[in-house]
């Protein structure tokens, strides 16, 4: 058994995360997929790879989204796992 991976990045207009978590939701057989993870710098820079198989998200969460608040909102996704390593 494999540990969780959670993810989290600011959240924009890209809806890939959250439409995946809805398929996993959904039943979809087709949900569960191979991945890469790359992980950057500040400065955007490659530092790291991992490639990830049976890869599913168990939970996405959307949170700092208040009312009238300039704070950035999030995106964090759990990533649940058959295997990872490095790429």
């Known amino acids: ?9 600011v959240l924009d207009t890209d809806d890939t995360l959250r439409q995946w978590r809805q398929e996993v939701k959904d ?6 997929k191979a991945m890469t993870i ?14 990830v198989v049976g890869a599913w998200p168990s939970s996405y969460l959307v949170a700092g989204m208040e009312s ?6 999030y995106e ?5 796992h058959d ?3 490095p790429a």
């Open 1 to 9: 058994i494999y540990q969780d991976i959670t993810l989290q990045r």
């Open 27 to 32: 039943g979809k057989k087709t949900a569960k």
């Open 38 to 51: 790359i992980a950057q710098d500040a400065e955007g820079t490659d530092v790291h790879t991992w490639s």
């Open 68 to 73: 009238g608040s300039d704070a950035q909102s």
């Open 76 to 80: 964090t996704i759990t990533i649940t």
């Open 83 to 85: 295997g990872c390593s």
